[in-house]
């Protein structure tokens, strides 16, 4: 799978299901990229991250993650995606699970504000480059354009 055709599909999924979208981007997301282990949502409520569809072989604890705590309150205070390369290094990681290697976290922006973000767990160290990140944050900036349409409790893939 290509990013471009990974971009078309997205665009297409926004396109003719716009409620259900990101359940089936997270799904989607995971399922065309081997290297996404574990792909979820989370959505800001107040001062947390609330999580909204995820996709993986197990749930994480994490539902609930206060904004500043963490690789994704980090980036959800600062606006900006987080690539972790190796979790191991990184003191901020809440740990999930034991296979979980590097991570991606890419916030969804509704003009200066953020809504959301996309979290990504790979099994590999370094699993995601400079062209995830791009990828990810054209596919964040298309879930902002459901918002706020898409209610924020958007149910699991």
């Known amino acids: 799978m290509t990013f471009g055709n990974a971009l ?7 396109a003719s299901e716009p409620r259900e979208a ?10 065309a990229f081997p290297h996404y282990d574990w792909v979820g949502i989370y959505w800001v ?3 947390d991250l609330i999580l909204g569809p995820w996709k993986g072989a197990a749930a994480t604890e994490h539902t ?10 980090a980036a959800a205070a600062s ?7 190796d979790i191991s ?3 901020r ?14 916030p969804i922006r509704a003009g200066t504000r953020i809504i959301g ?21 054209t596919v964040a900036a298309l879930l902002a354009t459901l918002w706020p349409a898409v209610p924020a409790t958007s149910s699991r893939a």
């Open 8 to 14: 078309s599909d997205v665009c297409k999924i926004i």
């Open 45 to 47: 409520e107040g001062r």
């Open 117 to 137: 973000e996309i979290d990504i767990d790979g099994r590999e160290l370094a699993a995601f480059g400079p062209e995830d990140q791009r990828f990810l944050e």
């Open 79 to 85: 606006g900006k995606t987080e690539v972790v390369a």
């Open 89 to 91: 290094k990184d003191s």
């Open 93 to 106: 990681y809440l740990a999930c699970f034991a296979s979980t290697k590097s991570e991606i976290v890419v």
């Open 64 to 73: 609930r993650i206060p904004i500043g705590k963490g690789v994704c309150g």
């Open 22 to 31: 990101p359940a089936r981007i997270v799904e989607y997301l995971h399922d």
